[in-house]
């Protein structure tokens, strides 16, 4: 019996607890109602402290989120480099190659205006890479791979 009565007491511990909670609930939810009322009495609606801390929370949810998408476009836009500068090297020089096959004269790097734009448009991507990383100007190889590594301290230095 002495077990049934220990239960029981545990049970209307359980049960004054969910009601103490309950009544806190209600209470809280009377008060935020009242502050409401009372703040869309006193400031204007642009003014009102608790919508504009909703505004500001939802701002900063907002921020990340922008956050976490420029650093997937800032991964993808690296991914696109990458593959254009693979793609358009690579056929750059098989077509020289097959140029010296047939005896065609093959245009020299300088005197090409699309490959001399296209790794002008690689240079400022890697000073700006640089410039986020703090690393400055530094000479280094421009291959993809060190740019990669210094985009990949970049994402994670802002982390």
Request: hydrophobic share 35%.
């Amino acid at each position: 019996m002495d077990h049934h009565l220990r239960q029981q007491n545990h049970h209307q511990a359980m049960d004054t607890l969910v009601n103490l909670f309950t009544k806190a609930n209600h209470d809280l939810s009377v008060v935020h109602y009242k502050l409401e009322k009372e703040f869309q009495q006193i400031y204007p609606n642009n003014a009102n402290p608790m919508k504009l801390l909703y505004r500001i929370k939802k701002v900063q949810e907002d921020v990340l989120t922008l956050k976490e998408q420029c650093r997937e476009l800032l991964s993808a836009k690296q991914e696109l480099i990458d593959k254009a500068r693979t793609t358009l090297v690579g056929n750059r020089s098989i077509l020289q190659r097959m140029q010296a096959s047939l005896d065609v004269p093959t245009t020299s790097d300088a005197d090409d205006p699309a490959f001399a734009s296209f790794n002008q448009i690689i240079d400022e991507w890697t000073a700006q890479v640089r410039s986020r990383t703090g690393r400055g100007n530094e000479e280094h190889d421009s291959d993809s791979e060190d740019i990669n590594k210094l985009l990949f301290s970049a994402i994670v230095q802002t982390n």
